[in-house]
């Protein structure tokens, strides 16, 4: 079995409507939507209508979903009482991951609803803020039903209303991140709904999926690794070195793209926008140097600037944390989960691929194994070995 096998390459797990990822053409669509256009034309609740109702909606903002989100956002008790008990040292993103398995509690059950959905993309962000502010210390900022979802997120993490340009940049990465095919953390949500589990469950699958760096949890070492490079004529020997140990270059390479990501594309012109001068410079510096050393080293491969370069600049510019970067990526994506969790059960069937087996067979127990015996009826339980 090659490596292509093993990482499921190519292989084709079902149908879907939602997301367009043109792989050799860098594009990517939803439901026929040129990613460009969407950021162009719709905020954060847009993008969501369009993902999970099939089309756009008739004006952007749709008013009736911005208010239904917001009114969602409130977190029952039970669940403040999780989050409010999570260590504040814990990293973000598992602290997400343990806010969000609060809000099933037994309440959410199969099959996914809109309605379940909609819960699940307006408390994820409630969920993350409240624990943000736990993590620094500060008492939590309940949700504010007047504002949009992107804007009531920054200001509940902050604590004041945040400006428009921050809010911009923010939303701009929310669309361009919503949803993309078949990536790990949505076909991990998948597996678990064919099950027949409920959509909770299946989310915290995708925030464990999207935690890890080949994912979802590499823009903050891309900042790691600008820091690390420091200033723009260090890039090509540290780039040259870190080839050479055959490290990985966070925010390069990806599965599907084997041209340039348009996420990338996008993401670089919004950071051309709200970084500062320098900082977009030297990033854009390193891009370069890291694509023609890529270039260098590994010229059998086809290795671009993924989404995650620029995400990290733009989440930066927009004030966030580092820490706060991957549980970011899982709010945003909570829009595509939603929509391929509907889309799962509206024609499921169990997931369960095969497994080549090349283990023994046939294997036996020597006699110094006693043979275990079912205990008589009654009776305590018998001690375990000194
Ligand atoms: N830097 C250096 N070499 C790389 C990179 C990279 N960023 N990406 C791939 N390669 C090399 C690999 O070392 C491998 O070499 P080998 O054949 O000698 O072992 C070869 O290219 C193929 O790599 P695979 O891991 O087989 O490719 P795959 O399609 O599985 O990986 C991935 C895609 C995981 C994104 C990879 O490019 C990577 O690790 N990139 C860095 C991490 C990153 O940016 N992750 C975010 C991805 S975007 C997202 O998920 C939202």
């Avoid at 809109?114 to 994820?124: F, I, K, M, P, T």
Wanted: hydrophobic share 40%.
């Amino acid at each position: 079995m090659d490596a292509r096998q093993r990482g499921l390459e190519d292989v084709v797990v079902g149908r879907s409507t939602i997301s367009w990822v043109g792989g050799e053409t860098g594009e990517l669509a939803y439901r026929g939507y040129p990613i460009a256009e969407v950021v162009r034309h719709l905020g954060y609740e847009g993008t969501l209508f369009l993902l999970v109702r099939g089309r756009p909606p008739e004006r952007d903002p749709p008013a009736g979903l911005v208010r239904d989100l917001a009114r969602r956002r409130a977190l029952p008790e039970a669940v403040r009482s999780v989050v409010d008990a999570i260590d504040p040292a814990t990293p973000p993103m598992d602290a997400l991951r343990t806010g969000l398995s609060a809000l099933g509690a037994g309440k959410v059950t199969y099959p996914p609803t809109e309605e379940q959905g909609l819960d699940l993309v307006a408390r994820a962000a409630t969920v993350l803020s409240r624990f943000a502010r736990r993590r620094q210390g500060r008492a939590p900022v309940e949700p504010d039903a007047g504002l949009g979802h992107v804007a009531d997120l920054l200001r509940m993490i902050e604590g004041r209303p945040v400006e428009a340009r921050r809010v911009w940049a923010l939303e701009c990465y929310f669309d361009i991140v919503a949803d993309h095919g078949m990536n790990a953390s949505t076909f991990a949500l998948r597996v678990v709904l064919s099950t027949n589990s409920d959509l909770i469950s299946a989310a915290t699958a995708g925030v464990g999926a999207l935690k890890g760096p080949l994912h979802g949890g590499a823009p903050e070492r891309v900042l790691d690794m600008l820091d690390a490079i420091g200033t723009p004529e260090n890039a090509e020997g540290w780039i040259r070195d870190a080839l050479a140990r055959k490290e990985r270059l966070m925010g390069f390479g990806h599965r599907a793209y084997k041209v340039q990501d348009p996420r990338a594309e996008l993401l670089r012109e919004i950071a051309r926008g709200v970084a500062s001068p320098e900082r977009f410079r030297f990033a854009q510096h390193v891009e370069e140097v890291a694509l023609s050393e890529l270039r260098r080293a590994r010229p059998d491969q086809r290795l671009y600037t993924n989404v995650e370069f620029y995400a990290g600049i733009v989440l930066e510019a927009a004030g966030l944390p580092r820490e706060l970067f991957p549980p970011m990526f899982a709010v945003a994506r909570t829009a595509g989960w939603t929509a391929h969790a509907l889309e799962q059960a509206a024609n499921n069937r169990l997931i369960r691929p095969d497994v080549d087996y090349q283990g023994p067979r046939g294997s036996t127990f020597p006699p110094s194994y006693a043979l275990r015996q079912p205990p008589p009826t009654s009776g305590p339980v018998p001690p375990g070995p000194a």
